[in-house]
């Protein structure tokens, strides 16, 4: 499974879906596999370091209450809590984020040249990235789910529920992404299917002239 050759030198998945889908599951499953994972919440972190532009911007227009005050450090909770409290908020920081996250992510997509590679981005359909995926992939669950995960994870009821209520509506993604997994079961059933599309993808059904893969002749999930 390991070692098998994909009929062209790079692969490039997209995956995106809705916060608390389990897109960053997937990825990190095909991670397992042997795939090249570019993560975009990693490098949105980095944004937020002391120091940079973008930290500076944020406090500006966020307040000191964002900081953690013995360091001086952005806390991300804190933040997450300002910018969705309002489409406002989230729109300020995005406009704040997403132009520099944009440019780091084409450039690690850039100089990752061979092989599996995933890019793991929770707005790769808002950003019209999808576009410039071999394939793409939108992962989703229902919000009964979506909930309990953000919930488990540290936030309160109310804190989950602001966040999905500012999501792009998933219906508007799903007629852009060539691969749609519902992740509506177990762990169990999420690698199963993960798997699936890792076999899929080093399959002779996958031809190296079709740029996109058919969802008709996907596996299912």
Request: charged share 30%; net charge positive.
């Amino acid at each position: 499974m390991f070692d098998r050759q994909l009929s062209q030198e790079r692969l490039l998945i997209g995956i995106g879906g809705n916060i608390g889908a389990g897109k960053s599951s997937v990825a990190n499953e095909l991670r397992r596999y042997g795939a090249r994972v570019i993560d975009a919440d990693r490098i949105a972190w980095q944004l937020l370091h002391k120091g940079t532009p973008e930290y500076r911007r944020l406090v500006q227009t966020f307040g000191p209450g964002i900081l953690v005050k013995k360091t001086g450090q952005i806390d991300r909770r804190a933040l997450g809590r300002v910018a969705f409290a309002s489409r406002a908020n989230l729109k300020r920081l995005n406009a704040i984020l997403h132009p520099p996250l944009l440019e780091r992510l084409r450039a690690e997509i850039a100089r990752n040249k061979k092989g599996l590679v995933v890019v793991d981005a929770a707005l790769l359909f808002t950003w019209g990235l999808e576009k410039e995926m071999d394939v793409s992939i939108l992962v989703t669950a229902p919000d009964r789910l979506k909930l309990k995960r953000l919930t488990e994870s540290g936030l309160s009821l109310e804190e989950a529920q602001s966040r999905l209520a500012l999501q792009e509506p998933e219906s508007k993604m799903w007629r852009r992404a060539d691969f749609v997994f519902e992740n509506k079961g177990s762990l169990a059933e999420l690698k199963r299917k993960a798997r699936a599309l890792w076999n899929y993808f080093y399959s002779d059904r996958f031809q190296k002239k079709s740029s996109r893969a058919s969802r008709s002749d996907a596996p299912e999930g």
